[in-house]
Every structure is written in C-alpha cells, then in structure tokens.
C-alpha cells in the first residue's frame, strides 16, 4: 500500500526558502513517478514538478522554473522539493503524490496516492 508523507512546511518571508520533504512507503522512488502540486482554497491542485523514474525527467511548472528544484534519495526513499526565491505567489499547501507508473501523469486527477500536504506561507 502507497503511502506518502510531507514535511517541512512553514512560514517563510518572500525571497526566503524552504525545503519539503516527501518520505515514500509502498514503492521505491526510482522505480516510479513522484510529483508535488500546490493548492491554495478555492483554486485547482496546480502541477509544480514531477520526476519520472525513466532517466529521471524532471518537468517543472514556467512559474517555479528557476527557483524550484526537485530530488530524491533512492536510499531514504523521499522526494525533495527545494524552494528558493520564494514569492507572495507560492503560498499554498504543497501535497506529494504519485501515478503508479514509471512516466509520470500530468493533471492532477491521474495521480492516485497522495500524501496529506505541508502548508507553506509567504510572508512580504
């Protein structure tokens, strides 16, 4: 069984940054998709990055592009999701989750396992 768990969400002033975590059980980060979404209330679950198992393609959103990086630890079986330049834009509760299959999905209603999301605020 799929089970994903975020960390390291928190307060931040805007340029500042965060790191979260994405701690996986039920399958190995190299063998499968891993992504991170965003939500904020009342907006769709909006893509940030996904890293897909096959030769470890990355695709990141054009507005965490630059900022954002993604990567994983195949020994501790966990995501990572570096925020860097954080902006009054990025706010949101960030969740991790994963399609079951080696490439990943790209609409957030194609991902079946999600973790229950870390909450990251911007401060100006």
């Known amino acids: 069984q799929v089970h994903l768990v975020e960390s390291g969400g928190g307060s931040v002033q805007a340029g500042g940054s965060l790191r979260l975590s994405c701690s996986v059980f039920?399958?190995?980060?190299?063998?499968?998709?891993t992504a991170w979404f965003r939500q904020v209330p009342g907006k769709e679950r909006e893509g940030v990055v996904r890293?897909?198992?096959?030769?470890?393609?990355?695709s990141y959103a054009n507005s965490v592009r630059g900022r954002f990086t993604i990567s994983r630890d195949n020994v501790k079986n966990t995501v990572f999701l570096q925020m860097n330049s954080l902006k009054p834009g990025d706010p949101a509760r960030y969740y991790c989750?994963?399609?079951?299959?080696?490439?990943?999905?790209?609409?957030?209603?194609?991902?079946?396992?999600w973790g229950q999301g870390t909450q990251v605020t911007v401060s100006s």
């Open positions: 989750a994963s399609n079951g299959g080696r490439f990943c999905a790209t609409g957030p209603s194609q991902f079946g396992s």
């Open positions: 039920g399958y190995s980060v190299s063998n499968f998709c």
């Open positions: 890293i897909d198992a096959v030769g470890g393609i990355i």
